[in-house]
């Protein structure tokens, strides 16, 4: 049997789930219950879409140039960076966030849920390959339940016998109507670090709104921030554990341009809100621990 019939086969659930092969060979994940419709790919277990019902667009931005495979992080949606953030400062010339969006995943188990949600469970372990390039033993878990909220729990046992140090984000491309037409709420008063700016220490003035382009990472933040947007209608609220900083990406007109995989006018139709280990936010875990990174997704419609 292909991959795909093999997993339909074991974790299809009728009304709730079905695997499918895309264009580029990858078995994608289609979620639809009562609540929303998700896809997942099981290659770099990236949540690709989300759309609750009574939305007319998507929560997530998905590149209309992304690749599927090939060694390349898909563009949109939730990549999982890990086991490490941002360029690779080991000097061993590895790529940029990791490996873990780079790879398959393995599907573990599914579920349907008395209140009409939908669960998935991926997998990811070690190789001779990953082994290569991060020398530690590891088991890498992505729960996603689709219910009144999406949610996401991103957990690292560390199998081996010494200590593990990672930092990680969940890259989230949430879909705007225009972004310069946007709020994201929650992180007034809060210290960022500018990476335009060589890193320099500056503290959030108000709600944050881009004009042009913008990374930085905020420390010891809040659990929760919310995405504004009133060309679509909808506050979206991001929930954290397990973090302490928040990326907020996006490239702008010009740092947008030698990007492959992104039209050169798509810095206009998202904004990346990013649930962090980041910078100096590491994590640290024990032999024969664990450690778990979470992110919720609520909708709610903006009154008129």
Same mark, same amino acid.
């Given at each position: 049997?292909?991959?795909?019939?093999?997993?339909?086969?074991?974790? @299809?659930?009728? #009304?709730?789930?079905?695997?499918?092969?895309?264009?580029?060979?990858?078995?994608?994940?289609?979620?639809?219950? &009562?609540?929303?419709?998700?896809?997942?790919?099981?290659?770099?277990?990236?949540?690709?879409? +989300?759309?609750?019902?009574?939305?007319?667009?998507?929560?997530?931005?998905? =590149?209309?140039? !992304?690749?599927?495979?090939?060694?390349?992080?898909?563009?949109?949606?939730?990549?999982?960076?890990?086991?490490?953030?941002?360029?690779?400062?080991?000097?061993?010339?590895?790529?940029?966030?990791?490996?873990?969006?780079?790879? /398959?995943?393995?599907?573990?188990?599914? $579920?349907?849920?008395?209140?009409? @949600?939908?669960?998935?469970?991926?997998?990811?372990?070690?190789?001779?390959?990953?082994?290569?390039?991060?020398?530690? @033993?590891?088991?890498?878990?992505?729960?996603?339940?689709?219910?009144?909220?999406?949610?996401?729990?991103?957990?690292?046992?560390?199998?081996?016998?010494?200590?593990?140090?990672?930092? $990680?984000?969940?890259?989230? +491309?949430? %879909?705007?109507?225009?972004?310069?037409?946007?709020?994201? &709420?929650?992180?007034? #008063?809060?210290?960022?670090?500018?990476?335009?700016?060589?890193?320099?220490?500056?503290? $959030? /003035?108000?709600?944050?709104?881009?004009?042009?382009?913008?990374?930085?990472?905020?420390?010891?933040?809040? %659990?929760?921030?919310?995405?504004?947007?009133?060309?679509?209608?909808?506050?979206?609220?991001?929930?954290?554990?397990?973090?302490?900083?928040?990326?907020?990406?996006?490239?702008?007109?010009?740092?947008?341009?030698?990007? @492959?995989?992104?039209?050169?006018?798509? +810095? &206009?139709?998202?904004?990346?809100?990013?649930?962090?280990?980041?910078?100096?936010?590491?994590?640290?875990?024990?032999?024969?621990?664990? $450690?778990?990174?979470? !992110? =919720? +997704? /609520?909708?709610?419609?903006?009154?008129?």
């Amino acid at each position: 049997m292909t991959l795909e019939q093999t997993l339909n086969t074991e974790f @299809s659930i009728p #009304d709730h789930l079905r695997f499918e092969t895309n264009a580029s060979g990858i078995v994608m994940a289609m979620i639809e219950n &009562q609540y929303a419709k998700v896809v997942i790919s099981t290659y770099g277990s990236h949540i690709v879409s +989300y759309l609750p019902k009574g939305e007319t667009e998507d929560v997530f931005y998905l =590149s209309e140039q !992304a690749i599927f495979g090939e060694g390349k992080a898909i563009r949109g949606g939730i990549p999982i960076c890990w086991p490490w953030f941002a360029d690779d400062k080991s000097g061993l010339g590895r790529q940029a966030h990791g490996f873990a969006r780079n790879v /398959q995943w393995k599907v573990l188990a599914t $579920q349907a849920g008395d209140d009409g @949600s939908t669960a998935i469970k991926l997998g990811l372990k070690q190789t001779e390959s990953s082994l290569a390039l991060w020398p530690h @033993s590891f088991e890498l878990v992505f729960d996603i339940v689709v219910g009144e909220a999406l949610t996401v729990n991103l957990t690292t046992k560390n199998v081996g016998q010494q200590p593990i140090i990672i930092n $990680q984000a969940l890259h989230t +491309y949430f %879909k705007t109507s225009d972004i310069e037409d946007i709020e994201i &709420q929650g992180l007034n #008063d809060v210290t960022y670090l500018n990476k335009l700016t060589a890193f320099s220490a500056s503290k $959030q /003035q108000g709600d944050i709104t881009v004009k042009g382009e913008i990374d930085r990472v905020y420390i010891d933040v809040p %659990k929760t921030v919310t995405l504004i947007d009133k060309g679509y209608g909808r506050d979206i609220t991001i929930s954290g554990q397990g973090s302490n900083s928040t990326v907020v990406w996006n490239p702008g007109p010009e740092t947008i341009k030698p990007f @492959s995989d992104l039209p050169n006018s798509a +810095y &206009q139709a998202f904004i990346c809100i990013e649930t962090a280990n980041a910078l100096d936010d590491i994590v640290t875990i024990a032999a024969g621990e664990s $450690q778990c990174l979470t !992110a =919720s +997704y /609520q909708v709610n419609k903006r009154p008129n």
